[in-house]
């Protein structure tokens, strides 16, 4: 039932896409013959009102608002909530964009898409330093790395291509449009993240109720004990150290070798797309280019996991060879996460964190293997957007440096609690709080300027890809 949800939300998701593609490309058609039988205000119908309103002749309206960087209690401020942002967010696994936006554009001064891309460079730190903490530790239940570095080659080439097409949207999509789809895609996977934490606190009660019998009838004290979310760890098994052995033998070399080729080709023909004309053919080359990429290395790691030479490590011994259209429900939801973060600015972990629990992946691994996806997917949409000038470099350099301490303190702590609370979904509930509050703060905002802009009788519709000037 979880996964047919999820699987509803992406194909929501991607139709409203398909649907800004289609009548971009129809709107000069249409403005043309409206052009030619113009009608006074006065006589016009409440419908032509709104198509108006949605479609409009001359180029691109966007102007960016870019506020001086001077200390004031406007930057204190920002920086305290980007700071609890990024702390709660690297926990979560989700980034920290929703706390992000809201603060860069209510309180800093930004106009929300140069608001979107800093929270980009913000979730980019966090990713960064939260990647650099985890390669520490290792599973909770397992001797292996808390990282699951095949699931991560399965989903972040798909990622990466949704992040291209969705910084493409963050330009045509009219504000009204992305408040309607964050408010109906966060409620939804809140409560199903907010459900699974309920589930996961009951099953720790349980099996802190058993460790309080057995210590009933001895004198030992007890220690926590993750959950036996994998493979043969049952009431026997014994749990090893959460502290690796060392940084270097807890990287598969590999994994990252075919995440960092992904992320160099997709490197090199955004630089290469940087010096064409928007909308040329070579444009639309280079972006097509991307498709083989993102497609040959997750189907690469997809034929390695359905004929069984590869698997799923966080699983274990409950793995089973992947069907073919496993990998591309996998493949699917990567690119729905990614196209989300690129268009609202947020990490794809608001997608894939909900999705991995629903796997039944533990939520320790499941966060730290969103993070490490989104440091790569994160990277990537930092450097379209610094092509497209979209963010003041002063600005991005102190938010990246406020994150990526925030995070390091959030892993830090939230560790220290989860071993004394002995409750792993404490992580489940920090992931179901951010996307929550990220709903609210976000969809609020939209609505407060949908209002305004409704009263100003101002442009809502698509903007022209073709026309935009960053």
Known sequence: MGMRWHAVAALGVAYAAAVAVAVAADRGFSLSLAGEAAVPEEEMGVLQKIANLMWKRDG????????????GWQIVLGSLIGFFGAAFGSVGGVGGGGIFVPMLTLIIGFDPKSSTAISKCMIMGASVST??????????TLDM?????DLAVLIQPMLMLGISIGVIFNVIFPDWLVTVLLIILFLGTSTKAFLKGVETWKKETIIKREDAKR?????????????????????????????APSIMKNIHWKEVGLLSFVWVAFLVLQVTKNYTATCSTWYWVLNLLQVPVSIGVTMYEGLGLMSGKRVL?????????LKLHQVFIYGLFGIAAGLVGGLLGLGGGFIMGPLFLELGIPPQVSSATATFAMMFSSSMSVVEYYLLNRFPVPYAVYFIIVAFIAAIIGQHVV??????????????????????????SLGGVGISNMIQKIERNEYMGFEDLCKYDA
Do not use: C
Request: charged share 15%; no cysteine; aromatic share 12%.
């Open 415 to 440: 560790r220290k609690l989860i071993n004394w609370l002995g409750r792993a979904s404490l992580i489940i509930f920090i992931l179901s709080f951010m996307i929550f509050v990220s709903a609210i």
């Open 60 to 71: 691109n309206s966007y102007q960016h608002v870019w506020p001086p960087m001077e200390f």
């Open 131 to 140: 990647v650099y903490y985890n390669l520490k530790l290792k599973h909770p």
């Open 313 to 321: 490590s966080s699983k274990g011994s409950e793995q089973t060879a």
């Open 215 to 243: 210590l009933a009838q001895t004198s030992e004290e007890p220690e926590y004990a993750p959950l036996p979310t994998g493979p043969g760890a049952g009431a026997g098994t014994k749990i090893p150290s959460d502290e």
């Open 145 to 149: 790395p808390v990282i699951d570095y």
